[in-house]
């Protein structure tokens, strides 16, 4: 399969443990995404890369959020001392570059995450 | 600021109804995108139809179809004879033209009934 693959599905934590997802993007596109999506809501956008270049960070990433893409190709999502307000599914999506600024996200199948 | 407005949280029909699921955009940007995405139990989130604001041309695509309109700011999608494997949360999404992220409405769940 070569889609975006996103790691792992289900996550279940203790309030105050740290967690990390991991994201695969498809081959070859630049751009990587990371939304988080609760329960009745539509995603929400939380940053996004371009090659191993960090571009933009909501207001919705907190301190205790960090990403990274070292080697522009996977990325990671950890969250520090969650809280139950963490509790949802994270979404990766990548794009290639000539759809960059136009085209449609492709995306995983999320990393659902609830903190207990 | 982008924002997108879908009214309709839940729409229940019976199997071969026509549904139209509503969207209403804001946006300052002259030139921006919008998009449906489809999202079906299983989670992952499957892109639809992408439109330029500078193309109003409707689309039809099989037993899908979107109907565009500036004048209004709306971006309405039809489905219609539907079927089961239609029920799903659907998703309308705008994005600016200065790159700026992809902005989702809350969404729309359908069921179709057999």
């Known amino acids: 399969d070569t889609g975006v693959s996103q790691d792992p599905r289900h996550k279940i934590t203790k309030r105050g443990q740290n967690v990390t997802f991991r994201c695969d993007p498809i081959?070859?596109?630049?751009?990587l995404y990371w939304y988080r999506q609760t329960l009745g809501q539509g995603p929400e956008f939380l940053t996004y890369?371009?090659?191993?270049?960090?571009?933009?960070k909501s207001r919705l990433l907190s301190d205790r959020f960090s990403a990274e893409r070292p080697k522009g190709s996977f990325s990671t999502l950890e969250i520090q001392r969650t809280e139950q307000g963490d509790s949802a599914m994270y979404l990766c999506?990548?794009?290639?570059?000539?759809?960059?600024?136009?085209?449609?996200?492709?995306f995983g199948e999320g990393s659902r995450l609830t903190v207990l | 600021a982008q924002k997108v407005t879908q009214a309709q949280t839940e729409i229940s029909v019976v199997e071969k109804e026509d549904v139209t699921l509503d969207c209403v955009y804001e946006t300052r940007d002259t030139t921006y995108y919008l998009f449906w995405y489809k999202q079906p139990p299983s989670g992952e989130l499957v892109f639809l139809i992408r439109?330029?604001?500078?193309?109003?041309q409707n689309e039809i695509s099989g037993r899908y179809s979107w109907n565009f309109q500036k004048s209004t700011s709306s971006f309405n999608f039809t489905i219609t004879a539907s079927q089961v494997v239609d029920s799903a949360v659907y998703f309308c999404?705008?994005?600016?033209?200065?790159?700026?992220?992809?902005?989702f409405g809350k969404g729309t769940r359908l069921s179709v009934i057999a």
């Open positions: 439109r330029n604001s500078f193309d109003e």
């Open positions: 999506a990548s794009s290639p570059p000539r759809q960059g600024n136009t085209g449609e996200l492709f």
């Open positions: 890369f371009q090659n191993e270049a960090q571009l933009e």
């Open positions: 999404a705008l994005r600016g033209y200065t790159n700026t992220p992809l902005v």
């Open positions: 081959s070859e596109h630049n751009r």
